[in-house]
C-alpha cells in the first residue's frame, strides 16, 4: 500500500513529489495530449461525411451540391460542406462550432426532417447563411477564389465587367451568387425575413389617436372581424390608429388619388407616384370608406388630382412608431445589392417618378423578395431629389 500512498502524495503535492523540471514535462506532455484530442475531436466534426450523417443534410442539401460546378468540374476541385460553412479562421471556427448547437437541437427535434418541413425553412436557413458569408465579406468563397487570380480576358464582355468593378471594392461574392451551390429559396412572396429579424413585429401596443408607420405591406379588410379583404396598405405608409377591437385596428390613411377611374390608388403626395395603398374596387365604391376633399390638377399631365382620407381596418401587427429602421434597412439593401453591375446612383440623382421604372430594371439582376422590393423603392422615392433639393 506504500505506492498507493506515494502516488497520492505526488498527484496531491507534486511540486513535493517532483523537480520543477518534472512537472514542466508532465504538463507540456498533458497539454499536448489534450490538444491532440481536442483537435482530433474538432477535425471529426469538420468533414463532409460527419455532415451528411444527417438524414435531412443527406436528403437535400448534398444533392443539390452534387449538381453545381463545386461538385464536379474540369479541374477536379471539390467544395464539401464544411469548405463553405466552417471558417478557417480558428477563432472564428470555435465560434460556428457553437453557433451549430443550433443545429444539434433542430436535429433532435426533427425540425426539417421532411422535404415539406425543409422547404418550409429554406428560406429561413439560406437568410441566416448569406448573413454570416455577408458579415465575414465571403470570406469562405475567397479561400479559393482570388480576383488577382481570375482570368479577365476568358470571361464574356458582361462577366468581365461586373467581376472588375467587384473586384475594385473587393465585393462579397454573395452578393451575386447566391444559389451557387443549393436551390434558391422561393422569395416572390416571402415576407423579408432580414427585415423582420430587425424590427421584429412591430410595437407591443397601439393606441387610438397616434400615429405608425406600416412595416411590411398588409392586407386591409371592410370590418373589424370579417375576411373580405378590401385591398393592401404598403410599407412604409404612414397611417393614423381610430379604433381597436381585438387584433384590429381601424386606420386613416390620407394622400391623394388621380380622379381616373374607380381612383383605387392612393398615393403619398399631389403628382407624386409613391404608392401608400391599392383598395378593391369595391372597398373604393363602398360608401364611407373613402372621403374626397380638394382637386388640383397636375400641370406635368394634366391629370385631376384629389385629396383623400380612407378609413378601413387592418391586423395591428408589424406597425412602427419611426420610420428610421425601415430606411436604414433599406439604404444598407440598397448599396449591397445594387452595387453589383454599376456604381449606383445617389437616391437624390432622379426624381420620385423616375426611380420606379429605374428600379424594377435592376430587379432582373438581384434577389428580393415582394416586401423588400417595395420598401427599398419607396425608401429610392422618399429619398429622391423631389423631396432632397439639390441638383441632379
Known sequence: MKWLTNLWRTL?????????????????????????GFNTALEATNTEAFCISCHSMESKPYQELQETVHWSNHSGVRATCPDCHVPHNWSRKIARKMEASH??????????????????????MASREWKRFDRDNSLACKNCHNYNSMKWETMSPLAQKQMKRAAEIDQSCIDCHKG??????????????????????????????????SALTKPLFFTDKGDVEAGTLNVAT????????????????????????????????????????????????????????EEKEDPMTGLKWQRVEAQIWTEKDYLLTDLQPLWGYAKTTFRSSCSVCHTQPDEAHFDANTWPGMFQGMLAFVNMDQDTQALVQKYLQEHSSTFVKKEH
Open 12 to 36: 496531491n503535492q507534486p511540486t513535493k513529489a517532483l523537480t520543477l523540471g518534472a512537472v514542466s514535462i508532465s504538463a507540456f506532455i498533458m497539454g499536448i495530449i489534450f490538444w491532440g
Open 180 to 213: 451557387i451551390a443549393h436551390h434558391l429559396p422561393e422569395m416572390g412572396t416571402a415576407r423579408a425575413p432580414e427585415l423582420i429579424a430587425e424590427v421584429g413585429s412591430g410595437v407591443s401596443s397601439v393606441e387610438t389617436n397616434q400615429t405608425y408607420y
Open 238 to 293: 404612414k397611417v393614423k390608429v381610430l379604433d381597436t377591437q381585438g387584433k384590429r385596428i381601424k386606420i386613416s390613411i390620407e394622400g391623394w388619388r388621380k380622379k381616373i377611374g374607380a381612383g383605387r390608388v392612393i398615393y403619398m403626395d399631389f403628382g407624386v407616384n409613391i404608392l401608400s395603398a391599392q383598395l378593391t374596387k369595391d372597398a373604393a365604391e363602398t360608401e364611407g370608406v373613402i372621403q374626397t376633399f
Open 103 to 124: 443545429d444539434v437541437w433542430g436535429w433532435l427535434f426533427n425540425t426539417v426532417n421532411t422535404p415539406e418541413k425543409f422547404e418550409a425553412k429554406r428560406l429561413e
